[in-house]
């Protein structure tokens, strides 16, 4: 590599590295899910949740997750519910139902759905609702 390609290289490292640090980052109040999304995991909350959980159960229990990730949620419904069935939907149903519960606390869906591949989910921040 010649001296300038790697001042190049070196300016667009720090200018990557910076960018990522200082990007603020993703919320669930930044339309993270679609509205067909959260339909069809209504289908799906009504099927397996709504027995022990009713439509209000969630609120409280966001509240509680807020500033952490929606990855840990996500891998506590995913892993442990439903109670007498734990792990029985798969994680795209998981994922849906997740929308459905943040359709539920009113926050605004997007255009892209609720994804649980590649670790989208760690990079997503539970927060409170902001009114527009
Ligand atoms: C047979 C009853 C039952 C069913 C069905 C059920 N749950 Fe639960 N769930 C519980 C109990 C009991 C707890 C622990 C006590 C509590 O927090 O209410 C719990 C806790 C949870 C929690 C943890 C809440 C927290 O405090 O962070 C989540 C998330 C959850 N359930 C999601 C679901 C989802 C999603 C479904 C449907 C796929 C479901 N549950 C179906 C009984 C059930």
Same mark, same amino acid.
């Given at each position: 590599?010649? !001296?300038?390609?790697?001042? *190049?290289?070196?300016? @667009?490292? @720090?200018?990557?590295?910076? $960018? #990522?640090?200082? #990007?603020?980052?993703?919320? /669930? &109040? +930044?339309?993270?899910? !679609?509205?067909?999304?959260?339909?069809?995991?209504?289908?799906?909350? $009504?099927?397996?949740? %709504?027995?022990?959980?009713?439509?209000?159960? @969630?609120?409280? /229990?966001?509240?509680?997750?807020?500033?952490?990730? %929606?990855? /840990?949620? *996500? !891998? /506590?419904?995913?892993? =442990?519910?439903?109670?007498?069935?734990?792990?029985?939907? #798969?994680?795209?149903?998981?994922? +849906? %139902?997740?929308?459905?519960?943040? =359709?539920?606390?009113?926050?605004?869906?997007?255009? $892209?759905?609720?994804?649980?591949?590649?670790?989208?989910? &760690? +990079?997503?921040?539970?927060?409170?609702?902001?009114? &527009?």
């Amino acid at each position: 590599m010649t !001296t300038k390609l790697k001042q *190049f290289g070196a300016i @667009f490292l @720090f200018l990557a590295v910076w $960018t #990522s640090v200082s #990007s603020e980052p993703r919320t /669930v &109040n +930044d339309g993270v899910y !679609t509205e067909e999304q959260a339909e069809i995991g209504e289908v799906l909350y $009504t099927q397996h949740c %709504i027995l022990c959980h009713d439509k209000k159960y @969630f609120r409280p /229990v966001l509240k509680r997750w807020e500033g952490q990730p %929606i990855n /840990v949620l *996500f !891998t /506590v419904m995913s892993a =442990s519910m439903p109670e007498n069935n734990p792990g029985f939907l #798969s994680e795209k149903e998981y994922v +849906d %139902i997740l929308a459905y519960v943040l =359709s539920l606390s009113r926050y605004a869906p997007g255009d $892209t759905e609720l994804d649980y591949k590649d670790g989208a989910l &760690n +990079d997503l921040i539970v927060e409170a609702r902001k009114r &527009n």
